[in-house]
């Protein structure tokens, strides 16, 4: 996997978040989804590519609606 520059991404938090250190926050670079742990900002990130990311927000979606 090649590591991606994410120093000038545009990262954003869920509209639902409630505020409280909890959330991930997301970012789109090079075509890529990427995700991180709003606590730890310089910490691990998470890079998915867009099919998955779809999947994967389809498979939340299906569960929360459960």
């Not at 409280?20 to 990427?34: I, K, M, S």
């Not at 606590?39 to 998470?46: A, E, F, T």
Request: net charge neutral; hydrophobic share 35%.
């Amino acid at each position: 996997m090649t590591a991606h520059d994410l120093t000038r991404a545009d990262w954003r938090t869920s509209t639902r978040s409630s505020g409280n250190g909890n959330c991930v926050e997301v970012a789109t670079a090079e075509g890529q989804v990427a995700v991180r742990d709003s606590k730890d900002r310089s910490g691990p990130v998470l890079a998915f590519d867009a099919p998955a990311w779809r999947t994967f927000l389809h498979g939340v979606g299906e569960v929360h609606r459960s």
